[in-house]
Antibody, heavy 116, light 108 residues
Framework: EVQLVESGGDLVQPGGSLRLSCAAS????????MHWVRRAPGKGLVWVSGINSDGSITQYADSVKGRFTISRDNAKNTLYLQMKGLRDDDTALYYC?????????WGQGTLVTVSS | EIVLTQSPGTLSLSPGERATLSCRAS???????FAWYQQKPGQAPRLLIYGASSRATGIPDRFSGSGSGTDFTLTISRLEPEDFAVYYCHLYGSSFRTFGQGTKVEIK
């Protein structure tokens, strides 16, 4: 059974940093692109970042480019999102998702709240 | 940048009724990279339709997708109680992914 479990969400002050993790199991993690998608309170889904199977290609939404860094450790079956310079509008539930073209499996999300 | 616009924002219907959800792209897109997702409160999004018209594994046949070019449609033939949720269209390319703003299907 495919499972994706996010962790690392927390309350952080504006300008702060946080690292999210996504532990994967039930599939060959190293064979898939992985992505982060977020949903702000009362808003819709927004794609944040993606990384290819070996970590050599990374992609970012313009809103997070230069502040967020996606990475992965295929030996640990884990996806990461390092977030710096956090702003109020980064407050959201952050999901990791597996990509088979489409995003076919999603985790339950981890909540990031940016507030002073 | 390709923008996906969903309509209506909210659809108020009764169980058993037919639901028709629309998603319009700001320019012509490839149907093979177009999908629909369902999200219920407190749950992760679930892939319903991929390639514009193919149902994902385990998705009931009351869900169907159609369309090409700039106009895509998700149809729920007869609403079941568990179908009341928010639905998102989604498009991806070689270096981007984007979602529509969502359509909420609520009980009338």
């Amino acid at each position: 059974e495919v499972q994706l479990v996010e962790s690392g969400g927390d309350l952080v002050q504006p300008g702060g940093s946080l690292r999210l993790s996504c532990a994967a199991s039930g599939f060959t993690f190293s064979a898939y692109w992985m992505h982060w998608v977020r949903r702000a309170p009362g808003k819709g889904l927004v794609w944040v970042s993606g990384i290819n199977s070996d970590g050599s290609i990374t992609q970012y939404a313009d809103s997070v480019k230069g502040r967020f860094t996606i990475s992965r450790d295929n030996a640990k079956n884990t996806l990461y999102l390092q977030m710096k310079g956090l702003r109020d509008d980064d407050t959201a539930l952050y999901y990791c998702a597996r990509a088979k073209g489409d995003l076919d499996y999603w985790g339950q999300g981890t909540l990031v709240t940016v507030s002073s | 940048e390709i923008v996906l616009t969903q309509s209506p924002g909210t659809l108020s219907l009764s169980p058993g009724e037919r639901a028709t959800l629309s998603c319009r792209a700001s320019q012509s897109v490839s149907s093979s990279n177009f999908a629909w997702y369902q999200q219920k409160p407190g749950q992760a999004p679930r892939l319903l339709i991929y390639g514009a018209s193919s149902r994902a594994t385990g998705i009931p046949d009351r869900f169907s997708g159609s369309g090409s070019g700039t106009d895509f449609t998700l149809t729920i033939s007869r609403l079941e109680p568990e179908d009341f949720a928010v639905y998102y269209c989604h498009l991806y390319g070689s270096s981007f992914r984007t979602f529509g703003q969502g359509t909420k299907v609520e009980i009338k």
